[in-house]
C-alpha cells in the first residue's frame, strides 16, 4: 500500500513563509512526476509547481519567483518552499505524484490529503 503524508500548512502573514512537505511510503520502484496543486474555495484546483524525475521543473506564473519546489528522491519526499505569500496563495495544497510500484508495469496517479494555507494579518 501506498500512502502519502502532507505536512506544513498553516496561517502565515503577508509577506510570510512556510514549508510544505509531503512524503510517500510504501512499495515505491520509482516516482517520475511530483508536484503540488492548489483549490481554493470555489475555484477549479490548479497546478503549482512541479518537477519530473530529471529535475525539470515547472511553476505557475502566479508563483514564479516566490515558491521553489524540491525533491528528495531518497526519502521519496517533496518540497514546496513558498515565500512571500500573498492574499490570493490561501488554498488548500495538495501533493501529486506520479509512482510506479514495484511489480507494476505503469505509473499511478496519487493525491495527498491536503493541508490548509492560510494568509491573514
Known amino acids: 500500500q501506498v500512502q502519502l503524508v502532507e505536512s506544513g500548512g498553516g496561517v502565515v502573514q503577508p509577506g510570510g513563509s512556510l514549508r510544505l512537505s509531503c512524503a510517500v511510503s510504501?512499495?515505491?520502484?520509482?516516482?517520475?512526476?511530483m508536484g503540488w496543486y492548489r483549490q481554493a474555495p470555489g475555484k477549479q484546483r490548479e497546478l503549482v509547481a512541479a518537477?519530473?524525475?530529471?529535475?525539470?521543473?515547472n511553476y505557475a506564473d502566479s508563483v514564479q519567483g516566490r515558491f521553489t519546489i524540491s525533491r528528495d528522491n531518497a526519502k521519496n519526499t517533496v518540497y514546496l518552499q513558498m515565500n512571500s505569500l500573498k492574499p490570493e496563495d490561501p488554498a488548500i495544497y495538495y501533493c501529486?505524484?506520479?509512482?510506479?510500484?514495484?511489480?507494476?508495469?505503469?505509473?499511478?496517479?496519487?493525491w495527498g490529503q491536503g493541508t490548509q494555507v492560510t494568509v491573514s494579518s
Open positions: 501529486n505524484l506520479d509512482v510506479r510500484r514495484y511489480g507494476s508495469g505503469r505509473y499511478e496517479d496519487i
Open positions: 510504501g512499495s515505491i520502484f520509482r516516482i517520475n512526476v
Open positions: 518537477v519530473t524525475g530529471g529535475k525539470r521543473i
